[in-house]
């Protein structure tokens, strides 16, 4: 698997990730985000199915989305909406750097919830597909909960500080979660969706994914017997599958979205 540097900017931030496969300017491009505590590396096995078949497909490190981020920034200021930034960002350099002749968006976890919320804000002229994989969309209901993945905290008496260990992380995260509604975060995307779940996910209950599939005029949607969060390599086989029919329409058609085009 062919990688090669790609870094853009956010804030005076430096994102950090890789392209996998062809680098040429004009082909079909995706930017697939990691979840929670991982990086860009943990969506490889995604990367490496699309890159096969032709997409210029990017892999990147959200700004303190892990103890071992490669991109600058800080844990203690990572939220949803600064990864949603990353995201934007990321997604402005993919296009002044390779014009791509379109442009979709992939995301795992807190990943997917992240690519949703981009989706919506660049909407269908700019983003031709939307790819969403066990997405995490409990994260707003968890943080008023109290119950936001290994950081316990009292909701009514939220810390500075949630935890740190694995790494640290803010209250700030759980103070911007709890005032999100997910589905208005993610709805209102009107290109072509896919929608994978796994029915023995512990993480994020399914009944999320199945509310979400409501949201889009056009998802495909796709649960996986007995996937869990993060799947098995079993499992991986049938959502890579999933994946690369859902997006080998874009190979075919040559064309994209882009406005500037």
Same mark, same amino acid.
Request: hydrophobic residues 55%; aromatic residues 4%.
């Given at each position: 698997m062919e990688l090669r540097p790609f870094q853009a900017n956010r804030g005076g931030l430096t994102l950090r990730g890789e392209v996998i496969g062809p680098c040429e300017a004009g082909?079909?491009?995706v930017i697939i985000c990691h979840g929670f505590l991982s990086t860009g590396r943990s969506v490889h096995h995604y990367a490496s199915v699309l890159a096969d078949a032709g997409f210029l497909t990017v892999a990147f490190d959200f700004s303190g989305g892990a103890p071992d981020s490669r991109s600058d920034g800080s844990s203690?200021?990572?939220?949803?909406?600064?990864?949603?930034?990353?995201?934007? $960002?990321?997604? !402005? *350099?993919?296009r002044a750097q390779f014009r791509p002749s379109s442009l979709s968006l992939i995301g795992c976890s807190?990943?997917?919830?992240? $690519?949703?919320? !981009? *989706?919506k804000e660049l909407g269908s002229t700019e983003i031709s597909r939307l790819v969403m994989i066990y997405p995490a969309l409990c994260i707003p209901d968890d943080a008023r909960r109290g119950r936001l993945m290994c950081f316990p905290y009292d909701p009514a008496d939220i810390p500075e500080i949630l935890g740190t260990s694995p790494m640290v992380l803010s209250g700030r995260f759980a103070r911007t979660a709890m005032q999100m509604d997910a589905y208005a975060e993610?709805?209102?995307?009107?290109?072509?969706?896919?929608l994978i779940h796994g029915t023995a996910d512990e993480v994020v209950d399914i009944r999320y994914a199945r509310q979400a599939r409501t949201l889009y005029p056009d998802c495909e949607y796709h649960e996986i017997e007995g996937g869990g969060h993060g799947f098995s390599p079993a499992h991986d086989e049938q959502a890579k599958a999933l994946l690369k029919a859902f997006m080998q329409p874009l190979l075919a058609e040559g064309k994209g979205t882009e406005s500037d085009k």
């Open positions: 082909r079909p491009a203690a200021d990572m939220t949803l909406l600064s990864e949603k930034a990353d995201l934007l $960002a990321v997604a !402005a *350099a993919v807190q990943g997917g919830f992240v $690519a949703g919320m !981009a *989706a993610i709805g209102g995307y009107d290109g072509p969706v896919l």
